[in-house]
Protein backbone atom coordinates (compact mmCIF):
# COMPACT_ATOMS: atom_id res chain seq x y z
CA UNK A 1 0.00 0.00 0.00
CA UNK A 2 1.55 3.17 -1.14
CA UNK A 3 -0.80 5.63 0.31
CA UNK A 4 -3.24 3.95 2.00
CA UNK A 5 -3.18 3.79 5.73
CA UNK A 6 -5.16 3.84 8.37
CA UNK A 7 -5.03 7.40 10.11
CA UNK A 8 -6.42 8.59 13.73
CA UNK A 9 -9.06 10.98 13.59
CA UNK A 10 -6.10 13.47 14.55
CA UNK A 11 -4.03 12.34 11.89
CA UNK A 12 -7.13 13.01 9.36
CA UNK A 13 -7.80 16.51 10.71
CA UNK A 14 -4.92 17.89 11.04
CA UNK A 15 -4.30 17.01 7.16
CA UNK A 16 -7.47 18.25 6.35
CA UNK A 17 -6.79 21.68 8.32
CA UNK A 18 -3.73 21.56 6.39
CA UNK A 19 -4.45 21.06 2.75
CA UNK A 20 -7.44 23.78 3.50
CA UNK A 21 -4.80 25.91 5.14
CA UNK A 22 -3.18 26.22 1.82
CA UNK A 23 -5.93 27.07 -0.12
CA UNK A 24 -7.03 30.27 -0.91
CA UNK A 25 -8.07 32.36 2.57
CA UNK A 26 -11.01 34.78 1.36
CA UNK A 27 -10.95 36.53 4.71
CA UNK A 28 -7.18 36.74 4.85
CA UNK A 29 -5.91 37.47 1.33
CA UNK A 30 -8.07 40.08 -0.82
CA UNK A 31 -8.65 37.96 -4.62
CA UNK A 32 -10.87 40.14 -6.78
CA UNK A 33 -10.84 38.15 -9.69
CA UNK A 34 -12.74 34.81 -9.08
CA UNK A 35 -16.38 34.62 -8.86
CA UNK A 36 -16.03 32.42 -5.81
CA UNK A 37 -15.99 32.86 -1.83
CA UNK A 38 -16.88 30.79 1.11
CA UNK A 39 -20.29 29.92 2.07
CA UNK A 40 -22.81 32.71 2.78
CA UNK A 41 -22.05 33.65 6.49
CA UNK A 42 -26.05 35.24 6.73
CA UNK A 43 -27.39 30.86 6.04
CA UNK A 44 -24.21 28.90 7.41
CA UNK A 45 -22.75 28.44 10.75
CA UNK A 46 -19.42 29.55 10.41
CA UNK A 47 -18.70 29.86 14.68
CA UNK A 48 -14.87 28.51 14.83
CA UNK A 49 -15.62 26.16 17.89
CA UNK A 50 -18.14 24.69 16.20
CA UNK A 51 -16.16 23.43 12.89
CA UNK A 52 -12.93 23.06 14.61
CA UNK A 53 -13.47 19.34 15.17
CA UNK A 54 -15.62 18.99 11.72
CA UNK A 55 -13.15 18.71 8.81
CA UNK A 56 -15.55 17.99 6.57
CA UNK A 57 -17.83 20.76 7.34
CA UNK A 58 -15.59 23.10 7.34
CA UNK A 59 -14.54 21.81 3.66
CA UNK A 60 -17.68 23.06 2.91
CA UNK A 61 -18.47 26.11 4.81
CA UNK A 62 -14.75 26.95 2.90
CA UNK A 63 -15.90 25.77 -0.30
CA UNK A 64 -12.95 24.97 -2.79
CA UNK A 65 -13.70 24.76 -6.40
CA UNK A 66 -11.89 21.59 -7.89
CA UNK A 67 -12.60 22.43 -11.44
CA UNK A 68 -10.28 20.56 -13.76
CA UNK A 69 -8.29 17.67 -13.37
CA UNK A 70 -5.67 17.90 -11.32
CA UNK A 71 -3.37 14.73 -11.73
CA UNK A 72 -2.67 16.16 -15.26
CA UNK A 73 -0.16 19.08 -13.94
CA UNK A 74 -1.23 22.73 -13.79
CA UNK A 75 -4.23 23.34 -12.23
CA UNK A 76 -6.32 26.36 -10.08
CA UNK A 77 -3.41 27.86 -7.63
CA UNK A 78 -6.07 28.88 -5.37
CA UNK A 79 -7.34 25.42 -4.20
CA UNK A 80 -4.00 23.99 -4.06
CA UNK A 81 -4.02 22.48 -1.03
CA UNK A 82 -7.12 20.50 -1.18
CA UNK A 83 -6.54 19.01 -4.82
CA UNK A 84 -3.50 17.24 -3.28
CA UNK A 85 -6.08 15.33 -1.10
CA UNK A 86 -7.37 14.77 -4.34
CA UNK A 87 -4.60 13.79 -6.24
CA UNK A 88 -3.91 11.37 -3.43
CA UNK A 89 -7.60 9.89 -3.08
CA UNK A 90 -7.10 9.05 -7.19
CA UNK A 91 -3.75 7.66 -6.56
CA UNK A 92 -5.12 5.56 -3.58
CA UNK A 93 -8.06 3.69 -5.51
CA UNK A 94 -5.92 3.74 -8.85
CA UNK A 95 -2.83 2.09 -7.54
CA UNK A 96 -3.34 0.59 -3.69
CA UNK A 97 -6.99 -0.62 -4.79
CA UNK A 98 -7.09 -1.08 -8.36
CA UNK A 99 -3.57 -2.34 -8.84
CA UNK A 100 -2.00 0.19 -11.00
CA UNK A 101 1.56 0.72 -11.43
CA UNK A 102 3.41 4.10 -9.79
CA UNK A 103 1.94 7.55 -11.05
CA UNK A 104 0.58 5.49 -14.02
CA UNK A 105 -3.27 7.16 -13.76
CA UNK A 106 -5.15 10.47 -14.19
CA UNK A 107 -8.79 10.75 -12.71
CA UNK A 108 -10.90 13.07 -10.73
CA UNK A 109 -14.20 13.21 -8.33
CA UNK A 110 -16.72 13.59 -10.62
CA UNK A 111 -20.99 14.44 -10.01
CA UNK A 112 -21.37 10.37 -9.94
CA UNK A 113 -20.75 6.76 -12.00
CA UNK A 114 -23.23 8.45 -14.89
CA UNK A 115 -20.46 11.53 -15.82
CA UNK A 116 -18.06 8.85 -15.12
CA UNK A 117 -19.03 6.53 -17.73
CA UNK A 118 -20.13 9.29 -19.78
CA UNK A 119 -16.25 10.86 -19.29
CA UNK A 120 -14.89 7.79 -20.55
CA UNK A 121 -17.00 7.26 -23.78
CA UNK A 122 -16.51 11.10 -24.66
CA UNK A 123 -12.85 10.22 -24.72
CA UNK A 124 -12.79 6.87 -26.58
CA UNK A 125 -15.47 8.58 -28.86
CA UNK A 126 -12.81 11.15 -29.27
CA UNK A 127 -9.81 9.37 -29.59
CA UNK A 128 -11.43 7.22 -32.39
CA UNK A 129 -12.40 10.38 -34.03
CA UNK A 130 -8.88 11.73 -34.15
CA UNK A 131 -6.50 8.69 -34.14
CA UNK A 132 -8.43 6.67 -36.25
CA UNK A 133 -10.27 9.00 -38.54
CA UNK A 134 -13.66 7.32 -37.71
CA UNK A 135 -16.90 9.19 -38.35
CA UNK A 136 -19.76 9.44 -35.55
CA UNK A 137 -21.53 6.59 -37.02
CA UNK A 138 -18.62 4.22 -37.49
CA UNK A 139 -18.55 4.36 -33.37
CA UNK A 140 -20.58 2.30 -31.03
CA UNK A 141 -20.86 1.78 -27.18
CA UNK A 142 -21.51 -2.12 -26.36
CA UNK A 143 -22.24 -3.00 -23.25
CA UNK A 144 -24.74 -5.83 -21.75
CA UNK A 145 -28.29 -6.12 -21.06
CA UNK A 146 -28.15 -5.76 -17.31
CA UNK A 147 -26.17 -2.24 -17.47
CA UNK A 148 -26.70 0.74 -16.28
CA UNK A 149 -29.19 3.51 -18.02
CA UNK A 150 -26.35 5.85 -17.93
CA UNK A 151 -25.06 3.85 -21.13
CA UNK A 152 -27.97 4.97 -23.48
CA UNK A 153 -28.29 8.20 -21.65
CA UNK A 154 -24.49 9.04 -23.25
CA UNK A 155 -25.49 7.32 -26.56
CA UNK A 156 -27.90 9.44 -26.37
CA UNK A 157 -26.12 12.56 -25.27
CA UNK A 158 -23.09 11.78 -27.64
CA UNK A 159 -25.42 10.75 -30.86
CA UNK A 160 -23.58 7.10 -30.15
CA UNK A 161 -25.67 4.09 -30.98
CA UNK A 162 -25.51 1.75 -27.65
CA UNK A 163 -25.36 -1.99 -28.66
CA UNK A 164 -27.04 -3.97 -25.89
CA UNK A 165 -25.85 -7.55 -25.36
CA UNK A 166 -28.56 -10.20 -23.84
CA UNK A 167 -27.61 -11.72 -20.52
CA UNK A 168 -28.97 -15.41 -19.59
CA UNK A 169 -31.45 -15.22 -17.52
CA UNK A 170 -30.13 -17.28 -14.72
CA UNK A 171 -26.56 -16.88 -14.71
CA UNK A 172 -27.12 -13.06 -16.03
CA UNK A 173 -23.90 -13.81 -18.20
CA UNK A 174 -23.11 -12.19 -21.35
CA UNK A 175 -24.27 -14.55 -24.00
CA UNK A 176 -21.38 -14.91 -26.22
CA UNK A 177 -23.05 -16.52 -29.50
CA UNK A 178 -25.03 -13.22 -29.88
CA UNK A 179 -22.90 -11.19 -28.92
CA UNK A 180 -20.55 -12.25 -31.95
CA UNK A 181 -23.83 -12.06 -34.05
CA UNK A 182 -24.22 -8.59 -32.35
CA UNK A 183 -20.55 -7.78 -33.86
CA UNK A 184 -21.39 -9.15 -37.34
CA UNK A 185 -24.67 -7.12 -38.02
CA UNK A 186 -22.95 -3.80 -36.16
CA UNK A 187 -19.74 -4.49 -38.79
CA UNK A 188 -22.16 -4.81 -42.00
CA UNK A 189 -23.53 -1.42 -40.91
CA UNK A 190 -20.11 0.14 -41.02
CA UNK A 191 -19.49 0.32 -37.53
CA UNK A 192 -15.51 -0.63 -36.81
CA UNK A 193 -15.01 1.32 -33.81
CA UNK A 194 -16.82 -0.70 -30.23
CA UNK A 195 -16.53 1.44 -26.88
CA UNK A 196 -17.09 -1.71 -24.36
CA UNK A 197 -18.08 -0.82 -21.35
CA UNK A 198 -18.18 -3.98 -18.90
CA UNK A 199 -19.56 -4.85 -15.44
CA UNK A 200 -18.02 -5.17 -12.05
CA UNK A 201 -21.80 -5.84 -10.17
CA UNK A 202 -24.77 -4.89 -12.21
CA UNK A 203 -27.48 -2.13 -10.48
CA UNK A 204 -30.03 -4.83 -10.14
CA UNK A 205 -28.37 -8.62 -10.01
CA UNK A 206 -24.32 -7.51 -9.00
CA UNK A 207 -23.39 -9.25 -11.47
CA UNK A 208 -19.88 -9.18 -13.10
CA UNK A 209 -19.28 -9.55 -16.91
CA UNK A 210 -16.25 -11.50 -18.11
CA UNK A 211 -13.74 -8.85 -20.20
CA UNK A 212 -12.60 -11.91 -21.26
CA UNK A 213 -15.86 -12.44 -23.43
CA UNK A 214 -15.85 -8.85 -25.09
CA UNK A 215 -12.22 -9.27 -25.67
CA UNK A 216 -12.38 -12.67 -27.52
CA UNK A 217 -15.18 -11.73 -29.58
CA UNK A 218 -13.74 -8.51 -30.74
CA UNK A 219 -10.18 -9.63 -31.28
CA UNK A 220 -12.41 -12.11 -33.61
CA UNK A 221 -14.22 -9.74 -35.30
CA UNK A 222 -10.97 -7.70 -36.07
CA UNK A 223 -12.30 -4.69 -34.91
CA UNK A 224 -11.04 -1.70 -33.31
CA UNK A 225 -12.25 -1.11 -29.13
CA UNK A 226 -11.69 -0.34 -26.02
CA UNK A 227 -12.69 -1.39 -22.72
CA UNK A 228 -14.17 0.89 -19.68
CA UNK A 229 -15.44 -0.58 -16.57
CA UNK A 230 -18.80 -0.14 -14.75
CA UNK A 231 -17.55 -0.09 -11.04
CA UNK A 232 -19.94 2.31 -10.18
CA UNK A 233 -21.86 0.06 -7.61
CA UNK A 234 -19.29 -2.28 -7.11
CA UNK A 235 -15.77 -0.64 -7.30
CA UNK A 236 -15.45 -0.61 -3.52
CA UNK A 237 -16.98 -3.63 -2.60
CA UNK A 238 -15.45 -6.58 -5.82
CA UNK A 239 -11.61 -5.80 -5.58
CA UNK A 240 -11.92 -6.78 -1.80
CA UNK A 241 -14.29 -9.84 -1.86
CA UNK A 242 -12.37 -11.71 -4.33
CA UNK A 243 -9.40 -12.60 -5.65
CA UNK A 244 -9.86 -12.24 -9.61
CA UNK A 245 -7.34 -9.48 -10.64
CA UNK A 246 -9.35 -9.46 -13.82
CA UNK A 247 -10.92 -6.08 -13.16
CA UNK A 248 -7.65 -4.18 -12.51
CA UNK A 249 -5.54 -2.41 -13.93
CA UNK A 250 -2.86 -5.33 -14.28
CA UNK A 251 -5.18 -6.26 -17.08
CA UNK A 252 -3.41 -4.43 -20.51
CA UNK A 253 -7.06 -4.48 -21.72
CA UNK A 254 -8.62 -2.10 -19.45
CA UNK A 255 -8.28 1.70 -19.90
CA UNK A 256 -10.29 3.48 -17.26
CA UNK A 257 -12.77 2.68 -14.71
CA UNK A 258 -15.87 4.20 -12.49
CA UNK A 259 -16.69 4.17 -8.94
CA UNK A 260 -19.26 5.44 -6.97
CA UNK A 261 -17.76 6.33 -3.15
CA UNK A 262 -21.68 7.74 -2.81
CA UNK A 263 -23.24 4.29 -3.05
CA UNK A 264 -21.17 1.55 -0.92
CA UNK A 265 -18.77 4.32 0.71
CA UNK A 266 -21.75 6.17 2.23
CA UNK A 267 -19.86 9.38 0.93
CA UNK A 268 -22.28 12.43 0.40
CA UNK A 269 -23.65 12.28 -3.46
CA UNK A 270 -21.68 13.94 -5.78
CA UNK A 271 -18.35 11.24 -5.58
CA UNK A 272 -18.14 9.50 -8.45
CA UNK A 273 -14.56 8.40 -9.17
CA UNK A 274 -13.21 8.58 -12.41
CA UNK A 275 -9.89 6.96 -13.54
CA UNK A 276 -7.74 6.68 -16.44
CA UNK A 277 -4.22 5.52 -17.47
CA UNK A 278 -2.02 8.00 -18.24
CA UNK A 279 -2.12 10.00 -21.88
CA UNK A 280 -5.58 9.68 -22.52
CA UNK A 281 -7.38 12.78 -21.00
CA UNK A 282 -6.19 14.73 -23.38
CA UNK A 283 -8.82 13.36 -25.81
CA UNK A 284 -11.37 15.47 -23.33
CA UNK A 285 -9.38 18.48 -23.66
CA UNK A 286 -11.28 21.93 -24.11
CA UNK A 287 -8.91 24.24 -25.21
CA UNK A 288 -11.38 27.07 -25.16
CA UNK A 289 -11.34 26.80 -20.90
CA UNK A 290 -8.34 29.41 -21.37
CA UNK A 291 -9.47 30.87 -17.94
CA UNK A 292 -9.38 27.72 -15.83
CA UNK A 293 -5.68 27.85 -15.06
CA UNK A 294 -4.42 23.91 -16.20
CA UNK A 295 -8.00 24.51 -18.52
CA UNK A 296 -10.74 21.25 -18.44
CA UNK A 297 -10.48 17.60 -19.28
CA UNK A 298 -13.65 16.70 -17.67
CA UNK A 299 -17.38 17.01 -18.63
CA UNK A 300 -18.82 18.59 -15.11
CA UNK A 301 -16.67 22.23 -14.98
CA UNK A 302 -17.12 23.74 -11.45
CA UNK A 303 -17.33 21.20 -8.53
CA UNK A 304 -16.71 20.79 -4.86
CA UNK A 305 -13.61 20.02 -3.28
CA UNK A 306 -15.25 18.83 -0.18
CA UNK A 307 -16.34 15.74 -2.03
CA UNK A 308 -12.72 14.44 -2.56
CA UNK A 309 -12.31 15.24 1.10
CA UNK A 310 -15.13 13.55 2.29
CA UNK A 311 -14.12 10.17 0.33
CA UNK A 312 -10.35 10.38 1.19
CA UNK A 313 -11.65 10.53 5.43
CA UNK A 314 -13.94 7.72 5.00
CA UNK A 315 -11.43 5.31 3.47
CA UNK A 316 -8.58 6.81 5.66
CA UNK A 317 -10.47 6.12 8.60
CA UNK A 318 -11.00 2.46 7.71
CA UNK A 319 -7.59 1.81 6.02
CA UNK A 320 -7.17 -0.99 3.71
CA UNK A 321 -8.38 -3.98 6.86
CA UNK A 322 -10.99 -2.08 8.09
CA UNK A 323 -12.82 -1.62 4.92
CA UNK A 324 -12.01 -5.30 3.77
CA UNK A 325 -13.61 -6.57 7.38
CA UNK A 326 -16.00 -3.96 6.15
CA UNK A 327 -17.10 -5.76 3.12
CA UNK A 328 -16.08 -9.44 4.54
CA UNK A 329 -19.29 -8.60 7.39
CA UNK A 330 -21.31 -6.90 4.57
CA UNK A 331 -20.99 -10.45 2.37
CA UNK A 332 -21.15 -12.25 5.24
CA UNK A 333 -24.86 -11.28 6.12
CA UNK A 334 -25.66 -11.58 2.43
CA UNK A 335 -25.10 -15.48 2.52
CA UNK A 336 -26.85 -15.94 5.39
CA UNK A 337 -30.01 -14.22 3.71
CA UNK A 338 -29.28 -16.63 0.81
CA UNK A 339 -29.25 -19.42 3.00
CA UNK A 340 -32.52 -18.73 4.31
CA UNK A 341 -33.91 -18.27 0.53
CA UNK A 342 -32.76 -21.35 -0.15
CA UNK A 343 -34.34 -23.09 2.45
CA UNK A 344 -37.63 -21.46 1.54
CA UNK A 345 -36.82 -22.48 -2.35
CA UNK A 346 -37.12 -18.63 -3.03
CA UNK A 347 -35.24 -18.44 -6.39
CA UNK A 348 -32.53 -15.93 -6.61
CA UNK A 349 -29.13 -14.51 -8.29
CA UNK A 350 -26.23 -13.97 -6.40
CA UNK A 351 -22.85 -13.46 -7.55
CA UNK A 352 -20.45 -15.01 -4.62
CA UNK A 353 -18.53 -11.70 -4.14
CA UNK A 354 -21.61 -9.21 -4.00
CA UNK A 355 -23.91 -7.62 -1.40
CA UNK A 356 -26.50 -7.80 -3.71
CA UNK A 357 -29.56 -10.61 -3.74
CA UNK A 358 -32.48 -10.11 -6.39
CA UNK A 359 -35.32 -12.92 -5.94
CA UNK A 360 -37.65 -13.90 -8.84
CA UNK A 361 -40.97 -11.43 -8.36
CA UNK A 362 -43.10 -14.48 -8.67
CA UNK A 363 -42.24 -15.86 -5.31
CA UNK A 364 -42.93 -12.50 -3.18
CA UNK A 365 -45.97 -10.97 -2.15
CA UNK A 366 -46.71 -7.25 -3.16
CA UNK A 367 -47.27 -6.29 0.59
CA UNK A 368 -43.60 -7.51 1.50
CA UNK A 369 -41.90 -5.30 -1.44
CA UNK A 370 -43.77 -2.54 0.34
CA UNK A 371 -42.84 -3.23 3.98
CA UNK A 372 -39.46 -3.71 3.56
CA UNK A 373 -38.77 -1.82 0.45
CA UNK A 374 -37.96 -4.09 -2.29
CA UNK A 375 -36.54 -2.62 -4.99
CA UNK A 376 -38.24 -4.10 -8.81
CA UNK A 377 -36.37 -4.13 -11.93
CA UNK A 378 -39.60 -2.48 -13.39
CA UNK A 379 -41.75 -0.99 -11.65
CA UNK A 380 -44.35 -1.72 -14.61
CA UNK A 381 -43.81 -5.20 -15.19
CA UNK A 382 -41.28 -6.32 -12.01
CA UNK A 383 -39.71 -9.68 -12.76
CA UNK A 384 -36.99 -9.73 -9.80
CA UNK A 385 -36.98 -7.78 -6.64
CA UNK A 386 -33.64 -7.15 -4.94
CA UNK A 387 -32.07 -6.45 -1.74
CA UNK A 388 -28.95 -4.13 -1.00
CA UNK A 389 -27.49 -5.67 2.32
CA UNK A 390 -25.72 -2.27 3.44
CA UNK A 391 -24.61 -1.24 6.75
CA UNK A 392 -28.19 -0.32 8.30
CA UNK A 393 -29.23 -4.02 6.73
CA UNK A 394 -28.23 -6.40 9.49
CA UNK A 395 -29.09 -9.86 9.93
CA UNK A 396 -31.11 -8.47 12.79
CA UNK A 397 -33.23 -6.46 9.78
CA UNK A 398 -33.12 -9.39 7.52
CA UNK A 399 -34.89 -12.10 9.81
CA UNK A 400 -38.19 -10.04 10.48
CA UNK A 401 -38.34 -10.08 6.08
CA UNK A 402 -37.35 -13.96 6.11
CA UNK A 403 -40.17 -15.11 8.54
CA UNK A 404 -42.92 -12.97 6.77
CA UNK A 405 -41.71 -15.01 3.80
CA UNK A 406 -42.14 -18.01 5.24
CA UNK A 407 -45.64 -17.45 6.77
CA UNK A 408 -46.61 -16.38 3.65
CA UNK A 409 -44.99 -19.37 1.63
CA UNK A 410 -46.57 -21.51 4.43
CA UNK A 411 -50.01 -20.32 3.67
CA UNK A 412 -50.07 -20.66 0.13
C1 LIG B 1 -25.51 3.74 -9.84
C2 LIG B 1 -24.83 3.24 -11.04
C3 LIG B 1 -24.45 4.11 -12.08
C4 LIG B 1 -24.80 5.57 -12.09
O1 LIG B 1 -24.27 6.22 -11.01
P1 LIG B 1 -24.85 7.62 -10.50
O2 LIG B 1 -23.86 7.88 -9.41
O3 LIG B 1 -26.25 7.41 -10.05
O4 LIG B 1 -24.73 8.59 -11.61
C5 LIG B 1 -23.78 3.58 -13.16
N1 LIG B 1 -23.51 2.27 -13.21
C6 LIG B 1 -23.86 1.39 -12.24
C7 LIG B 1 -23.52 -0.05 -12.36
C8 LIG B 1 -24.54 1.85 -11.11
O5 LIG B 1 -24.91 0.99 -10.16
Not at 129 to 142: D, F, P, V, W
Not at 173 to 189: N, V
Not at 326 to 333: P, T
Amino acid sequence: MRYWRKLTGDEIRERVFGALNRNINYKERTTLGIPASHLDENVFNQDATYLKDAPFLSAMVRNPNHIGCHTLGDSEQFFAGTQQVERELIALVAEDILKGKPDAHDGYVASGGTEANMQAIWIYRNFFIRESGAKNNEIAILCSADSHYSMPKAGNIMNLPVISVPVDDTAREIQAEILDQKLEDAKASGIRCFIVVSNMMTTMFGSVDRVETYVAALKKAGVEYKIHIDGAYGGFVYPFSTTDEDLTFLNPEITSFTLDAHKMVQAPFGTGIFLIRKGWMKYAATEEAQYVQGMDTTIIGSRSGANAIAVWMILQTYGPHGWFEKVHILNYRTEWLCNQLEELHVPFYRNPSSNLVAMRAASIPTALVEKYGLVPDSHSKPKWYKIVVMEHVTVDHLMPFVEDLQAHLAGK
